[in-house]
């Protein structure tokens, strides 16, 4: 056979050379259509990032108001230094100049130190890197004075930008929580509204070349920001600093030894005025332990460096934050009583008000014997008499009526299996008995508040429904939310979970609390001069190693009959004197009432006693007329005397400002130069409450009262005074005589 010619044997060669360069054009033109086609976005997103460079530009996070409008959460300018590691690696004298800006923003930059520096300019292949997050105006201005000074302007930026600021500082801590450097929410509010509040951050792109240089700037584009939302909150700093203010009273007289809460609520809304915890934090240095825990944490002897410390000072920190009205539960004791008592009652003829109940002093439940905090018992004692004085007896054999499959519907309509749905993170559960094993015993001790937890606000938001008629409502922080225009966004509306207890239940509920605290009942020292009060104490204790550690606390809401605001306050684990809610939160609730009813425009109707024993605010007189004076003192129901020669009031005896007792008041009025009369203070402890009024009265001095409030109905005795007996004062000076509190057991 011959061979194939030289020609064939060409023409097969470059067949097949051919056939491949074909197969390689094929495979690249598809190549390429798949590229612009189907992957043109992600490639040309690559060119993109090589060619320009993204600038944020930050939404600014929207305000946080108080229902009146007061700001309690705003931003304010700082300022943001940043290098260009990339520019500074391509200049002549690089080391130099790495150098000379370590060392310069280390000096006027304060905690930033040079190593730190060092190692952000190591980065050259990233165009910018941040050293100082948010300094003041005087250090960026020594910064930008050292770059004009140097020409570093494409080494070195310093950019304004805006950092959170609460106004009010500690005020709302924990409700209102803060942010992390990245402005993002990491507590309270600041975290449940996160995504409201930042709004959405915009960009400025710039176009570089190869080398990092800018290009001309129809190279450029911006994408403005849009702004977060401002939110209105329930809250009202003006009742928010009075619950914080008698919190950190409480705390302090009693010696809480794990921290105290409470929380205002309207009872018809379920809009929170006020919510706090003792002690709070500056929450524009939310990472600075507050005084209390930096004082536990020295006590422990830590060295600062070690990592004992860190720890200890990081568990510190976590418990100071967190909001102990909404995220602990305890045992709610006797406060738990007006729910039993609202639940019978609304069970038809179970029980009638006139009936009489036998409290032995202890009561057999099962296999149990429960005994009453009164040894002895109380004898023949009526339903009101049950409520008003704790009485657990009473508790248990009214409870035993209705049964325990109806008793545990009224724990679960009351909401207390539930968390109630507020606007905060982090709420707590109750824990409470399973419904399949819930015995005859569970049932007697859960009727007197014990044996199980629940959280604050869920005890607060029960009693409101006792309150408001029966409506079990969904307790909430924020009204509304506007835009930068003023578009509402969002507005909140009231939310009935349900129907709990009838009109005619709740009244009859209120008017028996009402009467224990007007009367001799155990929350009498939460009485208001002025408003009727109906509120529960109680004293449970914690189940644990230390069985001896109690809380105490107090419920009340006023008025009475038209009931509109709720106050609960929980000390835990009191030290110091008594350990129970009728002193050691009763009077606070009291207070707290006092403070907030006539702000919230309730107006006070006195009884004629009442009247008697009103203390009135001294004006400030000083440059007012003689006639002026006598006029308006006159009107106000002061009396008054002049010393001295002139025209015009120079000095005054009580101070502006003082409070004394309506009944024999009278102000001190200085005219001219004239020294003020001096008079030694008579020793008063020990004394009458009576006795000690006649004697000052007579004197010449004012009186001025503290503490327990039916000091005049019982005549009680003066346990203390200020000033101390023997000090010299002006005549006329106020001295206040402090009266103690009833400790009344539950």
Known sequence: MSKPSFRVRTLKRSSVIALFLLAVFLFLTVRIFAIQVFDFERYQKKVIDQLTTESPVRAARGEILDAAGR???????????????????????????????????????????????????THTAELERTVARAVESDVADAVLEFVNNEGLHEMIAVEAIT???????????????????????????????????????????????STGNELPNQYEAYV????????????????????EEQLEATMIESGANNRVCGIVMDVNTG???????????????????????????????????????????????????SNKAVTEIYMPGSTFKALTCSAVLEEDAVIDLNERFFCGGSMQVADRVIRCHKKGGHGSITFEEGLQNSYNPVMMTIAARIGCDKFYEYVRAFGLLEKTGIDLPGEGNSIFHAASNFTELDLATASFGQNFKVSILQMITAIAAVANGGKLVTPYLVASATDANGN???AHETAVR?????????????????????????????????????????????????????IGSCVGYAPADTPQIAVIIVVDEPTDGSRYGSVVAAPYVANVLEAILPYLGVEAVYTEQELENLELPVPSCIGWSVEQASRLLAQSGFDYTFVGEGSVISAQTPSAGSSILRNGARIVLTLGNEAPILCTVPDLVGLSASLANRILQSSGYNVSVAGAKDYRKYDKTVIAQYPAAGTSVPFGTAVILYFAYDEMKE
């Open 224 to 243: 403005p920001a849009t702004d977060g939302l401002t939110l209105t909150t329930t809250l009202d700093a003006y009742v928010q600093s009075v619950l």
């Open 488 to 490: 509402v966004v969002y």
């Open 163 to 209: 950092a959170r600021y609460y106004p009010f500082g500690s005020l709302a801590s924990h409700v209102l929580g803060f942010t992390g450097s990245d402005g993002q929410g990491l507590y309270g509010l600041e975290l449940q509204y996160n995504t409201m509040l930042s709004g959405v951050n915009g960009s400025y792109i710039t176009a570089r070349d």
């Open 498 to 550: 349900r129907a709990v207890i009838s009109r005619e239940t709740s009244e009859t509920v209120s008017a028996i609390l009402a009467g224990g605290v007007a009367g001799e009942g155990g929350a009498k020292n939460a009485y208001v001069a002025g408003y009727r009060v109906a509120a529960k104490t109680g004293t449970s204790e914690k189940i644990g190693d230390d069985r001896t550690a109690r």
């Open 271 to 321: 809009a929170v005025l006020g919510m706090a915890t003792g002690p709070g934090f500056d929450l524009n240095t939310p990472f600075v332990l507050n005084s209390y825990a930096q004082a536990e944490l020295d006590a422990l002897g830590y060295a600062p460096e070690s990592e004992e410390y860190k720890k200890a000072k990081s568990e510190l920190l976590l418990e100071s934050w």
């Open 71 to 121: 700001v309690l959460a705003t931003n304010r300018t700082v300022y943001r230094v940043s290098v260009f590691p990339n520019v500074v690696a391509r200049a002549e004298d690089a080391a130099f100049r790495a150098e000379q800006i370590a060392v310069a923003l280390a000096a006027r930059v304060p905690a930033l130190e040079a190593d730190a520096v060092r190692a952000h300019l």
